[in-house]
């Protein structure tokens, strides 16, 4: 697995129209991500971190570029292809945790193994297991908003690895959090690193961007190896 290519970008350009004017978000974005790295993409807020992220999450495609995501050909594949993709190799994780409001956090862990076709006492206990893990045995019948954002995070982890992606996909997944709870999800992300889990992290945060093996910039949608 070590050295196998996950994330084999290259070229990838993205343009939105805004009326008559163009504006070119991503500027010839290459980018390789290979198994078992743990990268880091810093830049500040507007220089098309979230296009890139959202490209590689296959929530988006891009203007034009090609993308293949563990040797899959994304920008060939049909909705129902990706959707299964985004389901089954690709765990999110956002800034703003995206957890369902009426969902327990055990029920939001539970949701991609139950969309997969999962049988429910499966879900049930590999949910568990997870939240287990990340230390909120205690909470797995507590809904979103009795939670702390750090603890949110934390279910919203639960929800991204519960299934075994190969790639694990992180928004500013600090931006929301104080300092000790940030400090906290970036341990967490080091030890699922450790245990062998792909991870890219989009950041604004230097001290994020710190922590990680690997560390790339990018600036008005240019990405650079160095600062
Ligand atoms: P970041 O995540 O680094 O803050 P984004 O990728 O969200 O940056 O946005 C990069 C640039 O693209 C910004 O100038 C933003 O306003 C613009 N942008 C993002 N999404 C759209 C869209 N759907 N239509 C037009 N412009 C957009
Ligand atoms: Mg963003």
């Given at each position: 697995m070590e050295g196998k290519c996950v994330i084999d970008a290259a070229n990838l350009v993205k343009i939105y129209q805004n009326g008559t004017e163009e504006l070119k978000v991503?500027?010839?974005?290459?980018?390789?991500?290979?198994?078992?790295?743990?990268?880091?993409?810093?830049?500040?807020?507007?220089?098309?971190?979230?296009?890139?992220m959202n490209i590689l999450g296959c929530l988006?495609?891009?203007?034009?570029?090609?993308?293949?995501?563990?040797?899959?050909?994304?920008?060939?594949?049909?909705?129902?292809?990706?959707a299964e993709i985004r389901n089954k190799e690709i765990g999110f994780i956002f800034q703003k945790f995206n957890l369902l409001p009426r969902l327990t956090a055990l029920q939001n862990v539970m949701l991609p193994l139950l969309y997969r076709g999962q049988p429910e006492?499966?879900?049930?206990?590999?949910?568990?297991?997870?939240?287990?893990?990340?230390?909120?045995?205690?909470r797995l019948g507590h809904r979103p908003n009795e939670l702390s954002g750090g603890q949110q995070q934390?279910?919203?982890?639960?929800?991204?690895?519960?299934?075994?992606?190969?790639?694990l996909l992180a928004d500013e997944p600090t931006g929301n959090l104080d300092s000790k709870s940030s400090e906290d999800a970036m341990q967490i992300f080091k030890e699922l690193n450790e245990?062998?889990?792909?991870i890219v992290i989009i950041t604004h945060d230097v001290e994020v961007a710190d922590q990680v093996k690997k560390l790339v910039y990018i600036r008005d949608g240019k990405l650079y190896e160095n600062h």
């Amino acid at each position: 697995m070590e050295g196998k290519c996950v994330i084999d970008a290259a070229n990838l350009v993205k343009i939105y129209q805004n009326g008559t004017e163009e504006l070119k978000v991503l500027d010839d974005v290459s980018i390789k991500v290979l198994a078992g790295d743990f990268m880091a993409v810093l830049g500040p807020s507007g220089s098309g971190k979230s296009t890139l992220m959202n490209i590689l999450g296959c929530l988006d495609v891009p203007t034009s570029g090609q993308y293949s995501l563990d040797g899959f050909d994304v920008l060939k594949a049909t909705e129902n292809e990706l959707a299964e993709i985004r389901n089954k190799e690709i765990g999110f994780i956002f800034q703003k945790f995206n957890l369902l409001p009426r969902l327990t956090a055990l029920q939001n862990v539970m949701l991609p193994l139950l969309y997969r076709g999962q049988p429910e006492a499966e879900a049930l206990a590999l949910a568990r297991e997870k939240l287990t893990l990340l230390g909120l045995e205690a909470r797995l019948g507590h809904r979103p908003n009795e939670l702390s954002g750090g603890q949110q995070q934390r279910v919203a982890i639960a929800r991204a690895i519960v299934g075994n992606p190969k790639l694990l996909l992180a928004d500013e997944p600090t931006g929301n959090l104080d300092s000790k709870s940030s400090e906290d999800a970036m341990q967490i992300f080091k030890e699922l690193n450790e245990q062998g889990n792909t991870i890219v992290i989009i950041t604004h945060d230097v001290e994020v961007a710190d922590q990680v093996k690997k560390l790339v910039y990018i600036r008005d949608g240019k990405l650079y190896e160095n600062h």
